[in-house]
């Protein structure tokens, strides 16, 4: 029997990308691939890249730059290693990449992945192998079906792709050029998945997908089934006791996602709603297709359904003719809405999208880097200072936390709560996978420190979550 071989992935960027990874490696499992985290024994190392921000996608060359040296030392030892780009960046920039690191011997875009190993055979004769075709209507069923032991060994919360893809053209973004125009899988398959990681100890699911309140995909009837009547088909399942779901547009929040919210618990009251700018002159030259205004209102429908709910949110500092009042009208906004945290980024022109070509024919567009940075500090300061306020209004009280794993500390229990909050306690392992009240005393740093609810709440609940269990034993 030939020995396995070994396979290193590396994946940057966004849940997409951390998911693919396991697409990969559950692809080139049949081929006898198996998964190290030591890319110095790897028979192939994969970069899955990133290509949204400069800073992301030239980090790729310099990690390439690495491998050649590892890759080099191990053809000195009469072992062949091959180095194969994917994700965004391979999208992007396709055959550009061997030319300016002739290391890589296979580029492969997000779109063909299931070719993944007819890319390899192909570049054993010596040249590269190139794919980077798209769009493929079928690509989610190319791939096999993932396997249960890989699903296990994901732990008690799992992603799931229900959707791929952006038609949206924000000028900025990258996304619709690299990942292409949208695709939502069927009901019945994220179903069957779903299923299968609930039967594997999974109890939170999250839905992603690069636009995924986007989503409309075929039920069993051959009817268009949104968001929020997914959720509904999921929540029924035994074992699911939190639903989630990332990264929604502001423009795709429907009726029946807000009455998702309204009318099933296991839908978490947390919501990454990105607005990106607070200034309506700026939203509008991103193409972004709502106004502040817009945008509040979206959270106020949410927030009169579930007024415990909180949100969070991505934001661009120093776009392309981003005045100060621009500016003030974000952190305004910001102000007015109150997150739970927030990602802030500053603008970074990318090829070939209107935002980069515009500021390219006039350059007195551009914002200075340092007033970039200056605007970032200022932002970032002020989301930390809600994010810490958000945190510390748990101490105190009792909430419910989804416990994960053991923590670092001998003894200690980390789980989150709803609004993915770290919490740790000191408890048996045997309340991992379960949902369990927590009374929180302190916050250290972004994590919560509590004890399990008094002995007799948490004993009903250890009952409540038994019987759950035990219809899908
Ligand atoms: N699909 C999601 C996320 C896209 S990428 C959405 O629509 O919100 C994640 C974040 O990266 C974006 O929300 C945006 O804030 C940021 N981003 C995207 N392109 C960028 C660019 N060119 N410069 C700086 N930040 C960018
Ligand atoms: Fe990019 Fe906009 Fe699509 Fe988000 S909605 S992925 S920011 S184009
Ligand atoms: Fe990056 Fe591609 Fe995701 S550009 S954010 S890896 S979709």
Redesign the pocket.
């Known amino acids: 029997m030939t020995p396995p071989r070994k396979l290193h992935i590396k994946s940057?960027?966004?849940?997409?990308?951390v998911y693919d990874a396991q697409r990969m490696v559950d692809t080139l499992a049949p081929e006898g691939f198996v998964e190290t985290a030591d890319p110095a024994e790897a028979d192939l190392v994969i970069l899955?890249?990133?290509?949204?921000r400069e800073k992301?996608?030239e980090k790729v060359f310099s990690e390439l730059g690495r491998l050649r040296v590892i890759k080099e030392e191990a053809a000195r030892t009469g072992r062949e290693m091959k180095i194969a780009v994917a994700?965004?960046?391979a999208?992007?920039e396709g055959a550009e990449i061997t030319r300016r690191a002739s290391t890589v011997d296979v580029v492969v875009g997000?779109q063909s992945y299931h070719n993944l190993p007819k890319l390899l055979a192909k570049a054993r004769d010596g040249a590269p192998a190139i794919e980077t075709e798209f769009p493929i209507e079928d690509k989610f069923s190319a791939l096999p079906a993932p396997k249960p032991a890989a699903i296990r060994a994901r732990g008690v919360s799992a992603f799931v792709t229900v959707q791929e893809g952006c038609d949206k053209f924000c000028t900025f973004c990258?996304?619709p050029y690299?990942?292409g125009m949208e695709v939502s899988r069927p009901v019945a398959d994220i179903v069957a998945d779903a299923k299968r990681l609930a039967e594997n100890g999974v109890r939170e699911l999250t839905l992603i997908g690069?636009n995924v309140n986007a989503y409309h995909g075929d039920d069993e009837n051959g009817r268009t089934s949104s968001l929020g009547r997914l959720l509904h088909r999921l929540a029924m399942l035994p074992g699911i006791a939190r639903l989630r779901y990332s990264t929604s547009h502001p423009r795709d929040v429907d009726d029946s996602l807000i009455e998702a919210h309204r009318d099933i618990p296991a839908v978490m009251p947390f919501v990454h709603l990105p607005v990106q700018s607070g200034s309506d002159r700026i939203l509008a030259a991103m193409n972004r297709k709502h106004t502040a205004a817009d945008y509040i209102r979206t959270i106020e429908r949410f927030r009169k359904v579930r007024p415990e709910i909180a949100f969070s949110s991505d934001f661009i500092v120093g776009f392309p003719g981003e005045s100060e009042q621009d500016f003030a009208d974000t952190l305004a906004l910001v102000t007015q809405i109150g997150y739970a945290g927030a990602y802030s980024f500053k603008y970074s022109p990318r090829p070939g999208t209107p935002a980069a070509d515009m500021q390219e024919t006039d350059t007195a567009l551009a914002v200075p880097a340092a007033v970039m940075d200056e605007r970032l500090a200022q932002l970032q300061a002020l989301i930390d200072a809600q994010q810490a306020s958000f945190n510390r209004a748990a101490i105190g009280r009792t909430v419910e936390v989804l416990f994960e794993r053991a923590a670092r500390e001998p003894g200690q229990i980390v789980g989150r709560t709803a609004y993915l909050q770290p919490a740790h306690v000191m408890a048996s392992p045997d309340i991992i996978g379960k949902v369990l009240p927590v009374t929180i005393d302190s916050l250290e740093r972004y994590s919560l420190k509590g004890r399990l609810a008094s002995e007799e709440t948490a004993v009903a609940s250890l009952r409540s979550t038994q019987r759950e269990s035990e219809t899908f034993a």
């Open positions: 940057y960027g966004c849940q997409m990308n899955n890249t990133c290509h949204i992301a996608s994700g965004c960046v999208q992007a997000p990258v996304v690299t990942r690069q």
